[in-house]
Antibody
Framework: EVQLVESGGGLVQPGGSLRLSCAAS????????MEWVRQAPGKGLEWVGRSRNKANSYSTEYAASVKGRFTISRDESKNSLYLQMNSLKTEDTAVYYC???????????WGQGTLVTVSS | DIQLTQSPSFLSASVGDRVTITCRASQGISNFLAWFQQKPGKAPKLLIY???TLQTGVPSRFSGSGSGTEFTLTISSLQPEDFATYYC?????????FGQGTRLEIK
């Protein structure tokens, strides 16, 4: 069974940093594109960024709202995806989900999410 | 950036009704569109990909259609478990934008 489990969320002050993790199991991690998506409280979904698969050198793409502040990486040995978030702003407050791509698109499945709160 | 406009934002319907949700792209995106269902406190679930392909395990009362700039998600006969929020998403170019969502509630 494919499973994604996020961790690392919590309360952080504006300007601070946080690293989220997404532990993957049940599939060949290196073969798949992976995504981060967030959802602010009571709001819609916002794509954060993408990590392509090993065949594409794990290259990344980012939304304009996080580019230069957030970095996506992987640890193949741990089957884990990471989201390093720096220079956090109050508007980064959200539930952060990781998702696997079915092919090179189509986000499925998703993890349960982890809440990040940026507040003083 | 390509914009997605989803309508309606809110829909009230009864069990057994047929409902349609529309997603319009500001420029052509071929069939690079997905539909998701999200229930309160849960992660989104993929329903339809490539505009019209039903994801494995999704009931056949869900269907998707369209290409280019206009897309629809249809639920042929609403069931109690279908009351949720629905999102479209484009995957043609970056950013991989989601629609604003359609909240489907019981009348």
């Amino acid at each position: 069974e494919v499973q994604l489990v996020e961790s690392g969320g919590g309360l952080v002050q504006p300007g601070g940093s946080l690293r989220l993790s997404c532990a993957a199991s049940g599939f060949t991690f290196s073969d798949h594109y992976m995504e981060w998506v967030r959802q602010a409280p009571g709001k819609g979904l916002e794509w954060v960024g993408r990590s392509r698969n090993k065949a594409n050198s794990y290259s990344t793409e980012y939304a304009a709202s996080v580019k230069g502040r957030f970095t996506i990486s992987r640890d193949e040995s741990k089957n884990s995806l990471y989201l390093q978030m720096n220079s956090l702003k109050t508007e980064d407050t959200a539930v952060y989900y990781c998702a696997r791509d079915l092919d090179t698109n189509w986000f499925d499945p998703w993890g349960q999410g982890t809440l990040v709160t940026v507040s003083s | 950036d390509i914009q997605l406009t989803q309508s309606p934002s809110f829909l009230s319907a009864s069990v057994g009704d047929r409902v349609t949700i529309t997603c319009r792209a500001s420029q052509g995106i071929s069939n690079f569109l997905a539909w998701f269902q999200q229930k309160p406190g849960k992660a989104p679930k993929l329903l339809i990909y490539a505009a019209s392909t039903l994801q494995t395990g999704v009931p056949s009362r869900f269907s998707g259609s369209g290409s280019g700039t206009e897309f629809t998600l249809t639920i042929s006969s609403l069931q109690p478990e279908d009351f949720a929020t629905y999102y479209c998403q484009l995957l043609y170019s970056y950013p991989l934008t989601f629609g604003q969502g359609t909240r489907l509630e019981i009348k």
